[in-house]
Every structure is written in structure tokens, then in C-alpha cells.
């Protein structure tokens, strides 16, 4: 992810050889495709960080100080220093203890009610749609909704997920994040620009007219256009291309 990404570069900095370990198949899998996290990751080998996807750590090795760690498939890496990024996760003790269906956070349905019509949840704490988001704006409309259901102003207001463009710098390279690239759909038009040698990967998402996911990698020079269709839900161009170019 984006923190682990800049911990290794600011030890780089510094001169320390600096391996990356990543238990997924790719890197940034919240932001980015197989494909995209490919070019990423040649990018980062190029700046001198060794990369090893698809690792699980069994065990830190020494006695008093880092000597290395074991893998689950019984390798091995010589390091004396290890820093861990493992991201968020939903302090959902208290729901569990209630009796609340609780998987990676509260499970919610669209008016973000939990399996007891009594109880709600909102935030980092909530899991809707199999989402657990660590951002502010999905918990500013989740709460409108919940607030709406729970004065009755409007008793039919739905969460129905947030459109979320986020952009990145990661380990100088720039990075433009829209929705979730891998989500496609059949009858989605996909749009793809590769440029390997220059670190370059776009991708765009179009599905009945609306840009719904995109990202783009080591140029983001149209990034201002594409998020405001992106976030407005705006009809995009007969001629898919210009979105592109």
C-alpha cells in the first residue's frame, strides 16, 4: 500500500537496501490492476528496491535484535530492520460482543442498519457491500443516510457506496485513483493506454455512459477532467478515446 510504498522510499534516501514484501500478487491492490501493479513494481526495481509479491511472513528471525525473516514456503531474507505497514482495521469488538454480525467490521445494509433494525453504524467500524473504507468522505454520507433514516426526513434514503478519487504520490511517481479498476462488468468499455518504458498505465472503466473506475500511472496530466466526470456521474464522450487523450 501507498504507506508501505513511502517507508521504503524514505529508507532509500538513506542509503539502506530495501526489499518490499507483499502478501497480495500485486502492488497498491486497492489502486491498482494486475497490470498496473506490474509496471509499478518494474518501476520501483528501477529505483533500486527489491520487490517479492505473494509472501507471507511466518516468523521474525533473531534473538535481541532482526537477523532476518522466514516465509510461509520456508524461504528466507536477511534484513535488520523490519518496518510493517498492515493498514486499517474496524475496531468492531464492541459489535461483536453485542451480537451484531460482524465480518472484517459491522455488517450494514444500504440504510447502514446493522442485523438488529435498532442499531446503525457508520464509518471504519461499518462493512457495506463487503467494503470497509478508511476515508472520510464515505463516512460523512453514510451518516447523511443514516441521519435521514433515523429523524425520518427522508425514510427511503439509500448508501449505495461513494464515488472516491484519490491522488497519490507514490515514491515520486504520480498516481490518480477513481473507484476500483478491477471491478468490470461485461458490456463496460475498457480503455487502456501502455506506455512500459516511461512507467506509464491508464486505465478507464466506462459503464452505460458514466466513467465509473480509472486509474492512472506516471502521467496524470488530464486527471482534473476525468475525476469531475468521474465524480459528477457526468456522461462521457461518444468518442471514448478523448477521455485518453
Not at 65 to 75: A, E, H, N, Y
Not at 77 to 91: F, K, P, Y
Not at 108 to 115: A, E, F, I
Request: with cysteine; aromatic share 4%; charged share 25%.
Amino acid at each position: 500500500g501507498l504507506l508501505g510504498l513511502e517507508a521504503a522510499r524514505g529508507l532509500l534516501t538513506h542509503g539502506v537496501e530495501v526489499t518490499i514484501v507483499e502478501v497480495a500478487p500485486h502492488l497498491m491492490v486497492q489502486q491498482l490492476d494486475a497490470e498496473g501493479g506490474a509496471i509499478l513494481r518494474r518501476t520501483m526495481e528501477a529505483m533500486g528496491v527489491a520487490v517479492r509479491l505473494e509472501a507471507l511472513t511466518s516468523e521474525i528471525l533473531g534473538d535481541g535484535r532482526v537477523t532476518g525473516l522466514r516465509f510461509k514456503d520456508g524461504s528466507t531474507l536477511e534484513t535488520d530492520m523490519v518496518v510493517i505497514s498492515c493498514g486499517i482495521r474496524a475496531n468492531a469488538e464492541i459489535g461483536r460482543d453485542c451480537g451484531l454480525t460482524v465480518d472484517r467490521a459491522i455488517l450494514v445494509d444500504d440504510q447502514m442498519r446493522t442485523d438488529d433494525p435498532n442499531v446503525f453504524a457508520v464509518g471504519e467500524c461499518a462493512q457495506h457491500r463487503g467494503m470497509v473504507s478508511g476515508l472520510v468522505a464515505p463516512l460523512y454520507e453514510q451518516a447523511q443516510v443514516a441521519a435521514d433514516v433515523l429523524t425520518e426526513t427522508s425514510p427511503n434514503s439509500l448508501y449505495l457506496g461513494s464515488r472516491l478519487a484519490t491522488k497519490l504520490k507514490v515514491m515520486g511517481v504520480e498516481l490518480v485513483s477513481m473507484g476500483r479498476v478491477t471491478d468490470v462488468q461485461p458490456g463496460d468499455d475498457v480503455l487502456r493506454y501502455v506506455e512500459e518504458g516511461a512507467g506509464v498505465y491508464k486505465k478507464l472503466v466506462v459503464r452505460d455512459g458514466q466513467l465509473v473506475a480509472g486509474c492512472l500511472l506516471g502521467d496524470t496530466a488530464n486527471s482534473g477532467v476525468l475525476t469531475d466526470l468521474f465524480i459528477r456521474g457526468a456522461d462521457v464522450p461518444e468518442k471514448r478515446s478523448t477521455l485518453l487523450f
